[in-house]
């Protein structure tokens, strides 16, 4: 399951030049395709929206290996200052006709969160201030210019990771680099983002603070989340 949400956060993470920069946070939905060592393995739907004064970003995903499909939905609500308020996962291994499904809802009310499992719940106090995995960090890139050597630091929460604990993201953008896109050669921002000590994820994202091209290596298998020409 860590898996299927490590590939989640793919796309839902997102110096001044002539290439331009993102100025503001991108809404919308976007498609792409999921290759697993070069091989087309599935496909993901992002998917960022402000609502009655709230962002809400939902990603969904789904992931072939053999004769088993994983299946993930990830939604994410905050307010316009980044604040948590809601946070549901809902994962399915689809192995023939037998389908496991875990759900996880998080409710969040100050540095309280209401954890719900499938038919039972657990209330957890959090150890410090964190945010969730939604439009933060592309808002912190845009505030400081998506400028080389820039570096961001904050907690998370993810439930389905750590339930009493917050996760320690690091943000850092390369520069530009020429990335190849779809067969398309294309200057885009990267950034790497650290999660713990757990991954990496290379991350390629266009003057309009799209991702186009987000990558990580797992075990010997590389993950590769491709956006879709529209």
Sequence with gaps: ????????????????????RPSVIPVGTWEYDL???????????TSVKL??????TET????????????????????????????????????????????ITALFKGSTVNVKTGSSSVSVKLPGPCVLDGTYFISELIRKGFRKGTRISARIYEPAIELEDLITVNVRVNGIKRVKVGGEKKRLYHVSYIIQD????????????????????????RMDLVLRNK
Excluded: Q, W
Excluded at 1 to 20: E, Q, W
Excluded at 51 to 56: A, K, P, R
């Design 1 to 20: 399951m860590k898996k299927a949400l490590f590939l989640t956060l793919l796309v839902t993470f997102p110096f001044i030049t002539c290439m331009g």
């Design 198 to 221: 757990m991954k990496n994820i290379e991350c390629y994202i266009n003057k309009n603070g799209i991702t186009e091209l987000a990558t990580i290596t797992m075990l010997n298998n």
């Design 51 to 56: 609502e009655n004064g709230l962002y809400i």
């Design 60 to 103: 969904s995903m789904k992931m072939n290996a053999g004769i088993i499909t994983n299946t993930s939905m990830n939604r994410i609500t905050e307010t316009v200052d980044f604040k948590p308020v809601r946070l549901e996962n809902v994962n399915s291994i689809i192995h023939g006709d037998t389908v496991r499904k875990i759900e």
């Design 35 to 45: 290759y697993v060592n070069g091989v087309k393995s599935g496909k993901s739907v």
